[in-house]
C-alpha cells in the first residue's frame, strides 16, 4: 500500500505488506522489509536496510549523510532490525567512514526528536525517551533505557539493563545494571525496576546491590575493587559481565 504522494525510487527493494504513507521519500539504495510502516512525510535515504515490522512515523529521517565534519565520501550504511518503533522526528544518520555502519538491533523504541548519531551501535529492546541524542560511536547494550533531554558523549558506552536520568549528561561509561543520573552523570545504585522486569534472579540482585557498595563506595581503586567482587561474585553471570565492561573502558566509568 503506497501513498500515490510517496516518493519512490526504482531501485528501491520495498517488502512484502509496507504502508508507505503520503509524502515519504525512499531513496535508490534502499531495503524495506516485510511489514514496514511509514505513516508520512518520512524520509529514508542512503544504503539503508531496515528489517521486517517497523514502525516510522512522520518526519522521521533514516540513513542520511553524518553531520560528522570527518566526511571524506565513501560507501556507508544503515542497518537496522525489526520491530523497531522511531516516533516523530528522529534522526538517525548513516557512518562516517568508508565501509563503516551504523547499527541498530530490533524491539527498540525510540521516542520523539531522538538523535542516533554516525557509527552509534545500538542492542535490542533499548528505549530512548524524548530527546535523547547519542553522539557518534557510542555502544548501547541490551535493554538500556535512556531519559528524556539525556545527552551520550562520543565514544561513551551504555551497560545492559542500564538507566540513565532525564537531562543528564554522560561523559563516561555507564555500567550495566546500574542507574545514572546527574550532569555529569554519577552511578547512584542498582537498576531495581529494570532488573525486576528482565526476571534478573534474587542471587544475582543480591550480588549486584553488594558489588555497588564495593565499586562505587568503599573507595577502593576500580582494579582492585573489580578483583574484590570477582573472588566474591564472579560465578554470577551478570557480575561476570559488569567485570568484562568496566575493565574493558577507554573513557572510564561513571562513578
Known sequence: MIHPTAVIHADARIGRGCHIGPYCIVGQYVELGDECRLYSHVVIDGHTRLGKGNEIFPFASIGLKTQDLKWTGGLTRTEIGDNNTFREYVTINSATGDGEVTRVGSNN???AYCHIAHNVQ?????IM?????????V????????GGLAAIHQFCRIGKMSIIGGCSKVVQDVPPFMLADGNPATTRTINKVGLQRNAASEEAQNALRQAYKVVFREGLTISNALSKIEAEFGQIPEIQHLIQFTRASSRGISK
Do not use: F, K, Q, R
Not at 555502544?139 to 535512556?146: F, K, M, Q, S, T
Open 122 to 126: 545500538l542492542g535490542n529492546y533499548v
Open 129 to 137: 525517551s524524548n530527546v535523547a541524542t547519542l553522539a557518534g560511536h
Open 109 to 111: 523504541h525510540i521516542l
Open 139 to 146: 555502544l548501547v547494550e541490551d535493554h538500556a533505557v535512556i
